[in-house]
């Protein structure tokens, strides 16, 4: 595993400074922790008849989360901790590959288990936060996956700052990832996804992603974003978002949200891409209905790193819509059972269509998929917080493979203190 020594060294100086003042009374108070229990399976059926025809695999994984809290003074030190560790209960016969456990690449398997320890020291002086260490970010730049067992885990720095009234100033630095199923830290990628038109000259790996941006509240119903990121070598790109809600009457609202993204490449790969997307939600007690539009433009798919969750309003259970030239649309229903009285049980279902896919030679790229969703958190007792969702998609398209699949996730998550 490389590491960054000024990274290292920032880390170690804020980590040293917080465990001398650990008797520190907010230091103790504030902290939390927690233990989850998350059990995976996972089951992708190919239905075209070649190829691999099935992966299909279950795990058990923990993740023990801890977070202390600042230590006193105009400036307050902490650090965090997320511990992980995943086995495999059932996986063989050439089913391997859901993305779940780590490649046993020896046998074309997967291995029996993995874990992993990534530390976070921070910083906090007013209502702005720095951290250095291991990082799971979510913005319209960079954002984690947590989709399989283990979650996507960056090491870097990141700075927050909040100290000015509706503004969420946000930059980072990261120069490794540990990816859902994998068990150290690596160069990130740029993805290549099928039919982006995407190549890269040479190899493609990149050690360097920074990013900075932030979003401004400029009415109560209006928020603006903007963010600017660059994965070294790979592209540059420029995000705009717009973010508007309307009240209407009780319980009645109507959701706008506008996304435009210009990616191009810096040097190592042939980047060129215009990325426009809109979401309008209607919502009515425990009732949403949502509607789509998404469009690629450009020499290029979307420009996103590899493993992670891109900013774009069509990105679902397996596909992402962003092929170089794709339009595609999105029809999305929601319905909270809280509204009638069972608190905690959730349900959602969505279909989208792509098409005007550029294939070269061959005729326009079509797809579709259809996903539904179906969760359930105990809200109290003995069980509250045991959480059942079991996610269901089907994709097809005349490019590449057709695929039905199936997940069935039941998590368990204990307060520690």
């Known amino acids: 595993m490389r590491k960054t020594s000024l990274a290292l060294a920032v880390a170690a100086g804020t980590l040293g400074l917080t465990l001398s003042q650990v008797a520190n009374a907010e230091f103790i108070k504030d902290s939390k922790a927690s233990l989850e229990a998350r059990n995976f399976y996972f089951n992708r059926d190919f239905r075209e008849g070649t190829g691999q025809a099935k992966q299909e695999e279950w795990a058990q994984g923990f993740l023990l989360r801890m977070e202390s809290g600042y230590t006193e003074g105009s400036v307050g030190f902490g650090v965090d901790a997320l511990a992980t560790f995943g086995f495999k209960l059932d996986s063989g016969d050439g089913t391997a590959g859901s993305g779940l456990l780590v490649p046993d690449r020896s046998s074309g398997g997967s ?30 730049a960079i954002g984690s996956s947590d989709s399989r067992l283990l979650p996507q885990v960056f090491r870097g720095g990141n700075i927050v700052s909040k100290d000015i009234a509706g503004l969420t100033l946000d930059a980072g630095y990261l120069d490794e990832v540990n990816n859902r199923n994998s068990s150290d830290y690596e160069d990130m990628t740029l993805n290549t996804f099928a039919l982006s038109g995407i ?13 900075a941006g932030g979003n401004y509240k400029l009415s109560d119903s ?39 993204a210009r990616s191009t490449d810096d040097g190592s790969s042939n980047i060129d891409n215009k990325a426009f997307g809109a979401m309008f939600t209607y ?44 339009t595609s649309w999105q029809a999305r229903y929601d319905f909270n059972f809280a509204s009638i009285g069972i608190p905690g049980l959730t349900f959602m279902t969505r279909y989208l269509t792509g098409d005007n896919i550029d294939r070269g030679a061959a005729s326009d790229g079509k797809e579709w998929e259809r996903n539904m969703d179906i969760a359930y958190v105990v809200q109290e007792g003995a069980l509250k917080n045991l959480g059942v969702k079991w996610r269901n998609a089907t994709m097809r398209n005349n490019f590449g493979r057709d695929i039905d699949e199936n997940r069935l996730i039941v998590s368990y998550t204990l307060p520690l203190f």
Request: hydrophobic share 35%; aromatic share 12%.
């Open 199 to 211: 190549t890269v000259s040479g190899v493609n790996q990149s050690n360097e992603f920074v990013f």
């Open 222 to 260: 209006l928020t603006g974003g903007y963010y600017y990121s660059n994965l070294e070598d790979m592209y540059k790109q420029h995000s705009f978002n717009l973010v508007h809600v309307l009240p209407i009457a009780d319980k009645q609202s109507l959701k706008t949200d506008l996304r435009y």
């Open 283 to 326: 919502a009515l007690s425990g009732h949403s209905l949502g509607l789509g539009y998404q469009k690629m433009s450009g020499d290029t798919g979307f420009a996103y790193v590899g493993g992670t969750d891109p900013f774009l309003v069509n990105y679902v259970q397996i596909g992402n819509f962003a092929a170089k030239d794709e």
């Open 111 to 140: 291995q029996d288990n993995s874990g992993g320890l990534g530390l976070t020291a921070k910083a906090k002086a007013g209502e702005s936060v720095l951290k250095v260490g291991s990082l799971q970010l979510k913005n319209q």
